[in-house]
């Protein structure tokens, strides 16, 4: 409203392609300004995210490109979170990782937005929807990571490696989740680094390859939490 008590109207358009709004939230850009979070499906099957900013009395959508649509389009519907902890708010990008025939296993690369609108990637993770945990592959940098998952009735594997351009598989470290009666007692003597444990689960992280650091990898573990979806888009 302006001193003469004329009302200025702003808008700024969804990226196109954007069918439904699920959620709005607001969040953090890189250098600390606010924006709103704009979650959404995308062409009917993918999830997208468009971040709006207010300047000089209007409102602008920096998350979308010369095209009219947000690099942000992605396979799950999994949403913006402050995923590291800093206080910036990261949108997740997804790729696939390499695994066994018939079986997808997705890297959320989570991105950090600035206010010109360039992203950069501030921590990739690997979320297992089946035993309810992510960790961070920061430090699988520059390898091919393959992901493998097998389980009995009381335990499960996540077996991670690198896959060389011959197809060779070289094992890099592996989390075990175990939910039986003795859940707790099964992870501290599996001669892993124990990740905790809660009311259904306990976890242990199993570093094969020497050149990893297993306190880096059991700080970026963590548990999914109810705001993060599981089905593929």
Request: hydrophobic fraction near 35%; glycine fraction near 10%; charge should be negative.
């Given at each position: 409203?302006?001193?003469?008590?004329?009302?200025?109207?702003?808008?700024?358009?969804?990226?196109?392609?954007?069918?439904?709004?699920?959620?709005?939230?607001?969040?953090?850009?890189?250098?600390?300004?606010?924006?709103?979070?704009?979650?959404?499906?995308?062409?009917?099957?993918?999830?997208?995210?468009?971040?709006?900013?207010?300047?000089?009395g209007e409102i602008h959508n920096i998350s979308?490109?010369?095209?009219?649509?947000?690099?942000?389009?992605?396979?799950?519907?999994?949403?913006?979170?402050?995923?590291?902890?800093?206080?910036?708010?990261?949108?997740?990008?997804?790729?696939?990782?390499?695994?066994?025939?018939?079986?997808?296993?997705?890297?959320?690369?989570?991105?950090?937005?600035?206010?010109d609108g360039r992203m950069e990637t501030a921590?990739?993770?690997?979320?297992?929807?089946?035993?309810?945990?992510?960790?961070?592959?920061?430090?699988?940098?520059?390898?091919?990571?393959?992901?493998?998952?097998?389980?009995?009735?009381?335990?499960?594997?996540?077996?991670?490696?690198?896959?060389?351009?011959?197809?060779?598989?070289?094992?890099?470290?592996?989390?075990?989740?175990?939910?039986?009666?003795?859940?707790?007692?099964?992870?501290?003597?599996?001669?892993?680094?124990?990740?905790?444990?809660?009311?259904?689960?306990?976890?242990?992280?199993?570093?094969?390859?020497?050149?990893?650091?297993?306190?880096?990898?059991?700080?970026?573990?963590?548990?999914?939490?109810?705001?993060?979806?599981?089905?593929?888009?």
């Amino acid at each position: 409203l302006k001193s003469d008590g004329e009302v200025l109207l702003s808008s700024a358009k969804l990226s196109r392609g954007f069918d439904t709004v699920a959620e709005l939230k607001s969040g953090t850009l890189a250098e600390g300004e606010s924006a709103l979070f704009v979650e959404g499906i995308y062409m009917g099957t993918r999830t997208i995210t468009d971040v709006f900013t207010a300047a000089d009395g209007e409102i602008h959508n920096i998350s979308a490109t010369s095209t009219g649509i947000s690099p942000t389009t992605r396979s799950y519907p999994v949403y913006s979170e402050d995923i590291n902890g800093d206080g910036i708010t990261e949108v997740p990008t997804t790729r696939l990782a390499a695994s066994p025939d018939g079986e997808e296993r997705w890297i959320f690369e989570w991105k950090r937005l600035h206010a010109d609108g360039r992203m950069e990637t501030a921590v990739s993770t690997y979320h297992s929807y089946e035993d309810g945990w992510y960790v961070s592959v920061d430090l699988l940098a520059g390898c091919n990571i393959y992901i493998e998952r097998e389980e009995t009735p009381t335990a499960s594997r996540v077996l991670f490696s690198n896959l060389d351009d011959s197809g060779w598989l070289t094992e890099l470290f592996s989390i075990e989740t175990y939910t039986g009666d003795y859940r707790a007692e099964q992870a501290a003597a599996s001669g892993g680094i124990t990740l905790g444990a809660d009311e259904t689960a306990a976890y242990a992280l199993h570093v094969i390859a020497p050149w990893l650091d297993g306190d880096t990898l059991a700080e970026g573990f963590g548990l999914i939490h109810s705001g993060w979806q599981s089905s593929a888009a």
